[in-house]
């Protein structure tokens, strides 16, 4: 059974890192994502053609022995980064709020080998759903997924961005840089170039509990391209995103008028 790295656990609050090529929850053999596979190996123990694949839920579950768990938040079998689960349902509806009222802070880090048609700024307008599983970016803004992002050359011939989305509506960002002609390397669905994973990462979540705010970052754990020497150096530069000169949101932007389902974007 794959290992589930654990950032924080107290008080009923769960954060994982979660690893690339797991879903939520538990999934038939035939279920599957138009993103990156992981490489040979990496899942092979989540599941076979003889039984379902496990979802994170379940794995950690097993792992931690612990008779049940609720997700807070989601995010996509490709994506990896903060995921944040707890140990029972009022405290996971309450972080769940949080998510849904866009009082969580959080920061994505992807890469693209496109050329984006703006380097920075802010990505906006409703989401409609297509055939396939695809959602496309309309230019009304009547319940708007609202990114901002920055982005830099990370080494010759990719451009890494530090995304900060907020609301959490399905494939936010992948549809987002898909938007601006950059999809996300390793993202089939929308268009990115084959790679051995989707560079998507969940990369801060802060959590402004009750009992005081939480901040957690997720290591980098996996694919060829953030480990490369010229992308580990631009990841450098991007390693505290709070202090970058994000501009305020218009006030109609920083509200939701009508919450969906707490997720984090992906």
């Known amino acids: 059974m794959q290992h589930i790295p654990i950032i924080y656990r ?3 609050v769960i954060v994982v890192n979660k690893p690339i090529g797991i879903a939520m929850h538990t999934t038939s053999p035939t279920h599957s994502e138009h993103v990156a596979q992981p490489s040979a190996g990496l899942g092979s123990e989540l599941g076979s053609e003889l039984g379902p694949e496990l979802g994170i839920v379940e794995l950690l579950k097993r792992q931690l022995n612990i008779p049940q768990l609720f997700l807070c938040h989601r995010l996509d079998t490709g994506t990896s ?11 996971a509806a309450e972080i769940g709020l949080l998510f849904e009222t866009r009082q969580v802070s959080k920061y994505y880090l992807a890469l693209s080998d496109k050329k984006p048609k703006k380097k920075q700024g802010l990505i906006i307008g409703d989401m409609k759903n297509r055939r396939g599983g695809q959602h496309i ?9 609202v990114t901002q ?16 989305p907020h609301s959490g509506k399905t494939h936010q960002i992948r549809v987002a840089l898909k938007s601006i002609g950059a999809p996300i390397l390793g993202d089939s669905l929308y268009g990115g170039s084959s790679a051995d ?19 957690f970052t997720a290591p980098l754990l996996e694919g060829d391209e953030f480990n490369d020497g010229m992308v580990q150096q631009w990841l450098l530069t ?13 006030s109609r932007y920083t509200h939701d008028s009508s919450p969906s389902t707490a997720r984090q974007p992906s």
């Open 10 to 12: 107290d008080n009923g």
């Open 81 to 91: 980064g903060c995921l944040c689960l707890t140990e029972n349902e009022h405290l």
């Open 137 to 145: 970016l309309l230019k009304t803004t009547d319940n708007p997924a």
């Open 149 to 164: 992002f920055f982005s830099q050359s990370a080494k010759q011939g990719v451009r890494g961005f530090l995304l900060k």
């Open 197 to 215: 994973r989707l560079y998507l990462h969940a990369f801060v979540l802060s959590l402004p509990l009750k009992s005081g705010t939480l901040t």
């Open 238 to 250: 991007v390693a505290n995103p709070d202090n970058f000169a994000w501009p305020a949101l218009p």
